[in-house]
């Protein structure tokens, strides 16, 4: 069993990506309470089309405000190179592409088919290395797509044959739509780790179905290290109805920690933090914790 798991925040992006465009204030209010978490990594925005996500739209003026927190390694998501050339101009050190094994949701997504975005791996990875940038692959609905049902595992094991061929620095799974279960995420791990070999792997989950936390823990059981969160449990999918979001971050920290599992989270800042996102929305939040507490503080 894994005796550290690195959480990354990912309230900043893929929380706020389906919400109503909330102002930059509100974002740097979000922002600062995730930073007393004590939370290493966070990824901090998006560089796509403002049209297209309009929540995303202020992403060189967040970045121009991250250097208010050097101990925090913040990345951004992108989708194309010429979102990859903007998020290295911004400053951004790491960057997250991410890449669909299907073609109907990598067309409704990012307008383009799988290979052709898999193609482009090499040249986010050549943008980014020759600013010093570290590149993650993700794979977007790595257990099943929304159109086309589930996703055959060798579709993402040539996506991640293809991102350690072109040099990738960090791998990734993602639940898109949270339909995946623990059986699953250990079957998918254990066909990809002859694959990517010792590059890191890290793991994305969505408790839509109820299921996001106990594929986490899979995940944990099979060895991988680094798992994102969000307070609150804020996000989720346009492609996903009635989509929860991601996993709250502090149910994954109350999780891991009575697990024996350390993590760099505190508890009871994540749960303020959860409680300043709720605020920031407008709307209830799912997490379990920002309901119910710790039990250790009741």
Known sequence: MTEHVDIREVSLRDGLQIEKPIPLSAKLELLAAVAATGVREVEATAFVSPSKVPSMA?????????????????????????????????????IEYVVSPSDAFSNANVGRSSAE??????????????????????????????????????????????????????????????????????????????????????????????????????????????????????????FAPGATGNIATEDLVYLLRDSDIDVDVDLQAAIAAAEVAKSVVGHDLPSALLRAGDRMHN
Request: aromatic share 4%; charged share 20%; glycine share 10%.
């Open 117 to 238: 975005a898999t193609d482009q791996i090499h040249e986010i990875v050549t943008i980014a290395h020759d600013s010093d940038a570290a590149v993650e692959v993700i794979v977007a609905t790595a257990w099943d797509c929304p159109f086309e049902g589930p996703t055959p595992p060798q579709r993402v094991l040539d996506i991640a044959t293809a991102a350690r061929d072109q040099g990738v620095d960090r791998f990734s799974i993602a639940d898109t739509i949270g339909t995946t279960t623990p059986r699953r995420v250990s079957s998918l791990i254990e066909q990809l780790r002859p694959v990517i070999g010792d590059m890191p792997l890290g793991g994305h989950f969505h408790n839509t179905r109820g299921a996001g936390l106990a594929s986490a823990y899979a995940a944990v059981s099979s060895g991988v290290t680094r798992l994102d969160a969000s307070v609150g449990g804020l996000g989720g999918c346009p």
């Open 58 to 94: 202020d992403a060189a003026e967040l970045s121009a405000e991250l250097h208010n927190y050097p101990d925090i390694e913040f990345s951004a998501l992108v989708a194309s190179p010429n979102g990859a050339k903007r998020a290295v101009a911004a400053g951004l050190r790491s």
